[in-house]
């Protein structure tokens, strides 16, 4: 899974329309499924809760979050694998077990 972390609510949903526009311009079979999850303090609770759900067999997760969401997501998502924090150049990948 990939973890994205944002400063607010604004900037989250705009990744997150930014992301699906992208990701709806590729050639067909050239990514495989991916759910992009938002997470910030005013999303309602049946949403949120989804972050901590696995997702589909063949399915990533990419999770946009308020940096102030960083210790829940990081100790719960379980299968993480790919880290891009809020303002910084490097990325911090591991591979997927």
Request: net charge negative.
């Amino acid at each position: 899974d990939i973890l994205v972390f944002l400063t607010g609510q604004g900037e989250i949903d705009k990744a997150i329309a930014q992301l699906n526009k992208a990701i709806g311009t590729l050639p067909e079979d050239t990514c495989g499924p991916l759910m992009l999850l938002p997470l910030y303090a005013a999303l309602p609770p049946e949403m949120q809760v989804r972050v901590f759900r696995p997702a589909p067999e063949g399915v990533r997760r990419c999770i946009v979050a308020t940096n102030v969401a960083e210790t829940s997501i990081t100790g719960k998502c379980g299968r993480c694998c790919g880290l891009v924090p809020c303002c910084f150049a490097c990325v911090t990948f591991q591979e997927a077990l």
